[in-house]
């Protein structure tokens, strides 16, 4: 039998001779019935109270749980953005020594070429110098044939002996024309 206030109030015992004090026993059963009430609340208020804190542990928990995983989810990224970061810098590295070199075969390169077409054209500069010497010494013969030939008495030309016809200095014509 569940007891209620109610029903605390309202029991009824079988009359017997020298039983107890009707009144008395009517006083304890409503004192007990009031304090089983009090306590009847308080269990209800108490159960409310412990499905509430219950509830709110369930959801404490929950967001626990999320925010665990949140945090591994950061770690996770922050590590990989950390890795790729790494590599991503290895990469830039890596291009970077590769230009680096690029360029620095290139300028060789260049160097090479450049070095190449100074030395063709000293070698072309000491071909020409040899023709133009050339030029001149035939064109000095050829000035020192006509003034003999030429019938003009000078001087310069009769008094001078065939070592000496060539009074053109060659090394000062190239410097003058140089």
Do not use: H
Not at 145 to 170: G, H, W, Y
Request: hydrophobic share 35%; aromatic share 6%; net charge negative.
């Amino acid at each position: 039998m569940k007891f209620t206030p109610y029903n605390i109030k309202n029991q009824e015992f079988n009359k017997a001779v020298r039983g107890y004090d009707r009144d008395e026993v009517k006083a304890f059963l409503e004192a007990i019935a009031d304090d089983y009430d009090r306590l009847l609340q308080a269990n209800q208020s108490l159960s409310k109270e412990f499905e509430n804190q219950t509830d709110e542990i369930r959801e404490f928990k929950k967001l626990e749980k999320s925010l665990q995983n949140t945090l591994l989810n950061a770690q996770e990224s922050s590590s990989k953005s950390l890795e790729s970061a790494k590599k991503q810098n290895q990469l830039i590295i890596k291009e970077a020594e590769i230009k680096s070199a690029q360029m620095l075969e290139k300028a060789k390169e260049e160097a090479d070429s450049l070095r190449d077409a100074v030395l063709k054209l000293r070698e072309e500069k000491i071909l020409i110098v040899a023709r133009i010497k050339a030029l001149i010494e035939t064109q000095s013969g050829l000035l020192d044939m006509t003034s003999a030939q030429t019938d003009l008495p000078d001087e310069k030309f009769i008094n001078k002996s065939p070592e000496s016809k060539s009074d053109v200095d060659v090394d000062d014509i190239l410097e003058k024309l140089l």
